[in-house]
């Protein structure tokens, strides 16, 4: 009988043979589960004036799938806001969102910053300023026509995407350590 290998994502490899060691040594961290672990990956868009678009509702629901390779989940209101005439639980969606976390989440991790981060027009890095207290980094997306997952047919309608790393023992030190050492480009702080 032929010995079946499965197929591990090679940020996931990285991660488990080189980072863990390096973070652990770097933040002077006593025990290996101090190391901060990136834990999952939110990629969500909201469909704003749009929301009661069906078809537009409908595209960006696939192109998020297409780009995350996992089906996205409608997403609706929490809490009534008046001025953008939203009632909380109200019929239309708001927006959509999925979760990628395992195999998937390293391998979209890696097509993001090889291949999508490289299409964006004057990319001098992702902003510094983006950490919450928890060493969540989060990020927004402008135009969705970076992805090369998506034909020209797919970015006629364009739309956003907020995309947020969740980062398990994270501060904003460490979490910033460990996305640079995954190769996410910061932009370069000025010196005064």
């Excluded at 990285?14 to 933040?27: G, I, P, R, T």
């Excluded at 510094?128 to 990020?139: H, P, T, V």
């Amino acid at each position: 009988m032929a010995n079946k290998t499965t197929y591990v994502p090679r940020l996931k490899v990285l991660y488990s043979d080189k980072l863990v060691a390096e973070l652990k040594k770097e933040l002077d961290l006593a025990n290996v589960h101090q190391v901060p672990k990136l834990e999952k990956i939110m990629v969500s868009v909201g469909t704003g004036k749009k929301k009661d678009d069906k078809h537009h509702l409908e595209t960006v629901k696939n192109n998020v799938a297409k780009v995350t390779g996992q089906i996205a989940v409608e997403r609706k209101p929490k809490k009534s806001i008046a001025s953008f005439k939203i009632r909380k639980g109200m019929g239309s969606p708001v927006g959509v969102l999925t979760t990628l976390r395992g195999a998937r989440m390293y391998e979209f991790l890696d097509r993001f910053i090889n291949v999508s981060l490289p299409h964006v027009r004057d990319f001098h890095g992702v902003k510094l300023n983006a950490f919450d207290a928890q060493g969540n980094y989060s990020l927004g997306i402008t135009e969705q026509s970076i992805f090369p997952e998506l034909s020209f047919e797919d970015t006629l309608t364009s739309h956003g995407m907020e995309i947020t790393f969740v980062i398990k023992n994270g501060s904003a030190l460490s979490s910033k350590l460990l996305l640079e050492k995954f190769g996410l480009p910061f932009e370069r702080e000025e010196k005064k």
